[in-house]
């Protein structure tokens, strides 16, 4: 099992110790797999375009999340984990996300989910757009 503790260390769990309600966990920690370092830098560009599309469509959950994930532009790994987290994405995805290693996999993860919602969210101003037009007919 791998985990981020919101964008400060991503960790491995490597054994339990103990049962009942405070069990030890024993973790080593997990290094990013860097990659081509222009990839990650365009798709970690297209990640935060694709949080302001969201933020115009009204669906970024909170306002400061945006300046705290610009805040992680120069840290592409930590930009994806946080924006996993922060976006609210559904759980399989979040547990999707922390367990790639390789940060252009984060990033293009993070970025494909991204753009669903920002088009769910501008189908739904259309249909809405269109059934204010109906009712003011």
Same mark, same amino acid.
């Given at each position: 099992?791998?985990?981020?503790?919101?964008?400060?260390?991503?960790?491995?769990? /490597?054994?339990?110790?103990?049962?009942?309600?405070?069990?030890?966990? +024993?973790?080593?920690?997990?290094?990013?797999?860097?990659?081509?370092?222009?990839?990650?830098?365009?798709?970690?560009?297209?990640?935060?375009?694709?949080?302001?599309?969201?933020?115009?469509?009204?669906?970024?959950?909170?306002?400061?999340? /945006?300046?705290?994930?610009?805040?992680?532009?120069?840290?592409?790994?930590?930009?994806?984990?946080?924006?996993?987290?922060?976006?609210?994405?559904?759980?399989?995805?979040?547990?999707?996300?922390?367990? @790639?290693?390789?940060?252009?996999?984060?990033?293009?993860?993070?970025?494909?989910? /991204?753009?669903?919602?920002?088009?769910?969210?501008?189908?739904?101003?259309?249909?809405? +757009?269109?059934? @204010?037009?109906?009712?003011?007919?």
């Amino acid at each position: 099992v791998q985990l981020t503790l919101d964008a400060l260390a991503r960790v491995r769990v /490597i054994g339990v110790d103990g049962a009942g309600p405070f069990p030890m966990v +024993e973790v080593v920690s997990v290094r990013d797999e860097l990659d081509d370092d222009f990839v990650t830098r365009e798709l970690a560009a297209r990640l935060l375009a694709g949080v302001d599309d969201l933020r115009d469509a009204g669906v970024v959950p909170d306002a400061a999340v /945006i300046p705290l994930l610009r805040a992680l532009a120069d840290d592409p790994g930590a930009l994806a984990d946080s924006a996993a987290v922060h976006l609210g994405l559904r759980a399989e995805d979040r547990d999707e996300i922390v367990q @790639r290693a390789a940060v252009a996999e984060r990033l293009r993860y993070v970025v494909s989910r /991204i753009e669903k919602e920002v088009s769910r969210a501008r189908v739904a101003a259309e249909m809405a +757009e269109e059934a @204010r037009g109906r009712v003011e007919q």
